[in-house]
């Protein structure tokens, strides 16, 4: 792609500034709870007709996302180029004084996955203007349930084939942790797995001063307490990143009895899969052993959240690119550290090499600088167009060839 096509983009994406950010404010007001965005799909289904675009799956794969193709004019034979957003909202309360405040009671895109939403539906706008210059198909994919990971679109969206088409994929997310306008960039691992795990030690009760009548849950809890956290310091590669925390711990009444039972809740967070399992393995092993030892039982339960986001080095390699083209290597920010955050963009990472992109939005003199999450948390408007333009870009710019990623 041109220096001139990226110029053209960002002429078009501040054209349909206003709109964008329109969009953005209605999404902003409606939020609708994972696996419910209802409205929020219908609402994405008009403005895509609306463009003019015909090819539209609503309801994909028995969820509440959308799937839609920009098919090129041209087509190559590379496989198509994967553009998603998240679309869901989460059961907070917001605290945000805005003429364009959730109207929903206790419920807010605290997220910003209206604005994932509407900066996608923007360069939807902008793609499907361009199509004689797209090098390849463009499938938008709006998920449903991101943030509860019971109802994983991603996951249910990759079960039903919406990878089986795609070259390469891109995920965006809005981060108030680097200044706006910015974009963080990262090659490997962007986010851990995030799992947790349920721990029940059951003795059997006695008097404090008659241990031999009764078998003790409190020590084997403290027993099993050192040896999960071996695990991580003894079984693990000490170059793999690992974090095994116990966060909860409960049991025994009084001081002069012993319980018969202690119950812990934890998480696992990691970003390698034989790790993972390795450390679900040995977690139930030492338990196992500590029940057989002392002479009680054990009830282990281990709960898989969303798989690592691991990033495919060419497709990050492009990006980079992209954004050093689009808008100038001082916007481009190597993120060094990764998250220990989930995020369930990492099912189609698993299935197809692509890159899951920050984009930034802090803005002090603006008093935009809430974690996500939190009740206060806004996006910065300004950015919104940015980021339609950089979904934009990556689609125009992927290349003709099979293996893309190359201007
Ligand atoms: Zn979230
Ligand atoms: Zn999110």
New binding site residues.
Partial sequence: MTQSGFEEVKFLAEEFKEEIIAWRKHIHMYPELSGKEYKTAEFIVERLKEFGIEEIYPAFGGTTSVVAYIRAENPSDGKAVGLRA?IDALPIEEKNDVPYKSRVPGVMHA???DAHTAMLLGAAKILNQLRDKLPRDVKLIFQSC??YPPCSGARALVEAGVCDDLGVIFGM?VYPEIPSGTVGVKEGAMMAAADFFKVELIGKSAHASKPHMGVDPILMAAQAINSIHHIVSRKVNPLHPAVVTIGKIEGGYAPNQIPDEVKMEGTVRTFNEAVRDKIADWMERALKGIAEVYGGEYRFEYIHGYPPVINDKNATRYVREVVKKLLGEDRLIELTEPSMGG?DFAYYLKKVPGSYIRLGTRNEEKGLVYP?HSAHFDVDEDILPLGSALFASLALGYGKTPEGGNF
């Fill in positions: 998240d997220c910003g996955h991101e943030e997310h995020e996500l």
